[in-house]
């Protein structure tokens, strides 16, 4: 049965701590219940909505089908920094994208691209129903999120939230650190199972986990990563990632509010899944919406370079089929930061002909240049690309929909029209 068990805090270092932190003092950790494999019975309504959302899923993975190819690094990317914004980090798409392609960045920038990578590796490795999950599978992919952490289970007690460094001011503290192999244990099995509805697997496997938070650091991105974990492996997602902690993000009181009823005592536990089958509904809309725009993005950037070779009177005006450039405009929704080194490593071609295609691309004005401060020219960058990322994320903030009116409490700036804006081609010179 879930419980609390009564601890002492007593820091053994109090230098540098407030008067407050280094008061020693009783405090509550809670241990939840094992889960098991199988999953537990929730309410008619629960039942309902977790139903409804896994056809939500099925259908927009339906419609995406194919593209979702190259839409999942995109709705990785957009997960990945709505993750940051929850654990209180902030960082825009684009340089998100930059420190991506050029490995090089901020601090905050160069962890979301490590959870970009992780929740990748997540998909690729773990959703294989064959193999079964282990403690060890998730102590790898934190490491991935947190490279610089010693790998493995943490050895201390950690919490939660609180306005300070003590558990005795926390909003919650996890179960103490000698009962998280045993809990991680039995939430691998859980992980690993397969029956049931995956909505509700995936909504208790999330909670549970940062329920236990066995990790001193990215317990919440490595949460999320599980998240998609147990849609694959289940099959409920076979093309798509459906990004839907961007729709938590949106909502950090709700969100908090969701597991704090998953570990109340009862657990109301239709209370969570409720809420996390609304957020999945929303996420899967907006994925198609953004798989739509890309399609439509594409189609417009493709008659806006035809249209400004035919202005400069290039021959032909439409490229051939194999040209190095419409190879380049394939590829900008996955790749939407460039450099000559990379169209090179990634299309083939020289070096010599991966510029000319990129500064052919500058000029019609499909990508922007990004220089460093010393004017230099660092990368190229498709920004109407990257603006539909943004608006994805905020979407989901608010519910889906236009967020011109009504733009999202935690979130980057709106992208500009321009940036996400069907351009128009510039006119053809009339004909003799």
């Given amino acids: 049965m879930a419980h609390y068990v009564d601890l002492l805090w007593k820091p053994d270092d109090a230098a540098g701590l407030s008067r407050k932190d280094r008061a020693a003092g009783h405090y509550r950790a809670y241990v939840p219940d094992e889960l098991g494999n199988r999953l537990p019975p929730i309410g008619e309504a629960a039942q309902s909505a977790a139903a409804d959302a896994l056809a939500v899923l099925a259908r927009a993975d339906e419609r995406i089908g194919s593209r979702g190819r190259y839409l999942n690094h995109l709705l990785v990317r957009s997960e990945s920094i ?13 340089k998100l994208a930059i420190a ?64 300070g460094w003590s558990p005795l001011r926390a909003d919650f503290v996890p179960p103490p650190d000698g009962e998280v192999r045993r809990l991680v244990d039995d939430l691998s099995g ?15 496997a999330h909670a549970q986990f940062e329920t236990i938070h066995p990790f001193i650091d990215g317990n919440g991105r490595t949460g999320r990563a599980l998240i998609h974990t147990v849609l694959r492996r289940a099959d409920a997602l076979r093309n798509t990632l459906i990004p839907i902690s961007t729709v938590f993000a949106g909502d950090v009181d709700a969100y908090l509010g ?45 008659e ?48 010599a002909a991966a510029h000319r295609a990129l500064t052919e691309l500058g000029e019609a004005r499909i990508l922007g240049r990004t220089k460093d401060q010393r004017g230099r020219l660092v990368c190229w960058t498709a920004d109407r690309h990257l603006g539909l990322v943004a608006l994805t994320e905020r979407s989901n903030r608010v519910g889906g929909g236009d967020t011109a009116g009504r733009g999202p409490r935690l979130a980057p700036p709106a992208p500009t029209a321009a940036q996400v804006g069907r351009l128009r081609p510039r006119k053809a010179p009339p004909t003799a």
Avoid: C, M, Y
Wanted: proline content about 6%; overall charge negative.
């Fill in 304 to 351: 806006q370079l035809i249209a400004d070779r035919r202005e400069r009177g290039l021959s032909p005006a439409t490229p051939r089929s194999d040209a190095l450039v419409l190879r380049i405009l394939a590829t900008l929704a996955s790749d939407p930061v460039l450099t000559a080194e990379s169209v090179v490593a990634r299309l083939g071609g020289s070096p």
């Fill in 82 to 94: 709505s993750s940051s914004w929850i654990e209180g980090n902030r960082i825009a798409p684009k």
């Fill in 190 to 204: 859980f992980l690993t199972a397969t029956d049931g509805n995956p909505v509700v697997r995936a909504a208790i």
């Fill in 100 to 163: 991506e392609a050029l490995h090089q960045g901020n601090r905050v920038a160069l962890e979301v691209v490590a959870n970009v990578r992780a929740t990748e590796q997540a998909i690729a490795e773990l959703a294989d129903r064959e193999r079964p999950i282990t403690t060890r599978d998730i102590e790898r992919l934190q490491h991935v999120i947190q490279p610089a952490l010693t790998p493995g289970l943490r050895t201390e007690q950690n919490w939660v939230g609180g306005p």
């Fill in 258 to 302: 969701g597991l704090t009823a998953f570990r109340a005592n009862p657990p109301r536990l239709d209370d969570w899944v409720l809420g996390f089958a609304h957020a999945a509904e929303l996420a899967a809309g907006n994925a198609v919406r953004l798989s739509e725009d890309i399609t439509a993005l594409d189609a417009a950037v493709l």
